[in-house]
Structures are given as C-alpha cells and as structure tokens.
T-cell receptor
C-alpha cells in the first residue's frame, strides 16, 4: 500500500539541541499532519498543514508543507525531556484516508 | 481531549474466536475511523465511517468488519481472530463537518491492545 518515508527512524540527542525530521512521498497530498505518541497512549495532533509552502509553528515546534506537496518537515527547537516519544507524519489525499509514516523515535539524554 | 473512549483497553483471546472492539464518542462527530498499529508500519487504516450505517474500507480491511448503528458508537469486529491480528487498535474521529469545521484533523482514542494466541 501507499506509504510515507519518514526519516530518521530514531534520534538520540542531548537536551537543548534542535531536532529535524522529515517525510517524503511519491504522491501528492493536500494535507499534512504531525503527531506525537507517548508509550501506551494514542497519537496526539501537533500541527496541521493545508497549503503548499505553508510554515506553521506551535510553541517550539515548526512544520512546513513542502512546495512540491510531496514532503513535509518538522523541527523542534531547544529540546526538553518531555519531547521524548515517537513522532509520526501523516498525509491526506482527497477523501478521508490518512497515510502514516513509520515514525521517528526521539530519545533525549539529560 | 477529543471525547473518545475505547473498550476494552486490553484483551487476550484465542485463534478462531470472534472479537468486537468498541469506540464511543460524545461530541457527535460524523467521521470515525479504525486503525491498527504494528512495529515498523505506523498506523494503517482498517475501515472508516462517514455517517450512521455508512462505512468504507481502508488499506487493511481483510478479516475485519465494522458497524455504526448510532452516531456515537463505531464497532470493529474480527469474525474469527488470527494471530496476525495481534496489534494495537486505535479509533479516531475527524472534526470535519462538525460545528462548521472543514478541517480534516483526526484525533485518536487511547487504543486497545489485542493479543490473539
């Protein structure tokens, strides 16, 4: 089935560092969503992007909808321990069917 | 909090037995979804509903059926569970079409961990 390629698969960083992750696809999407998932819980929506080239921030998080509509990026500035978790990108094409990336597992060393 | 509850939260069953998972929402959302999450695959859509008695298949619908007889409840049934259906199952809702919202933002429940022995 259709998949998004999310990278990196895992990251090990020091507290205070900035984080970058991205998602690419061979298909065009009209909406990109970024989620964070903590152990034993459901994914939580962080940022939604609706227009190509759009740059949106949510606190220390910034995400961009790629101009080609085939990719998206998420940046986290000045990481803190509670940023630990798995981050997922998701693309929406047409109707109601979201396609998810495989996730980026973020680990932070204090 | 998107007002979504899932039951049961954990279930262990044997191969060949029927299993039904329930998703309940309290905010009258039109769209509801069932996903499964497996290591290395992210979340994959099983079925979704766009209204009472209106459902459609997702990416991995084989072996699953759904029903929605009331707006607030979306049921996922495994008619004869197999070990390959061991997974974490998430229900989600979409705010699109609710209270004038046109945004396709999906919000997830807490999940049900199903183990098929």
């Amino acid at each position: 089935g259709q998949q998004l390629n999310q990278s990196p698969q895992s990251m090990f960083i020091q507290e205070g560092e900035d984080v970058s992750m991205n998602c690419t696809s061979s298909s065009i999407f009209n909406t990109w969503l970024w989620y964070k998932q903590d152990p034993g819980e459901g994914p939580v929506l962080l940022i939604a992007l609706y227009k190509a080239g759009e740059l949106t921030s949510n606190g220390r998080l910034t995400a961009q909808f790629g101009i080609t509509r085939k990719d998206s990026f998420l940046n986290i500035s000045a990481s803190i321990p509670s940023d630990v978790g798995i981050y997922f990108c998701a693309g929406l094409k047409g109707a109601q069917k979201l396609v998810f990336g495989q996730g980026t597992r973020l680990t932070i060393n204090p | 909090d998107a007002g979504i509850t899932q039951s049961p939260r954990h279930k262990v069953t044997e191969t060949g037995t029927p299993v039904t998972l329930r998703c309940h929402q309290t905010e009258n959302h039109r769209y509801m979804y069932w996903y499964r999450q497996d290591p290395g695959h992210g979340l994959r859509l099983i079925h979704y509903s766009y209204g009472v008695k209106d459902t459609d298949k997702g990416e991995v619908s084989d072996g699953y059926s759904v029903s929605r007889s009331k707006t607030e409840d979306f049921l996922l049934t495994l008619e004869s569970a197999t070990s390959s259906q061991t997974s974490v199952y998430f229900c989600a809702i979409n705010h699109a079409g609710t209270s004038g919202s046109s945004y396709n933002e999906q919000f997830f429940g807490p999940g049900t961990r199903l183990t098929v022995l």
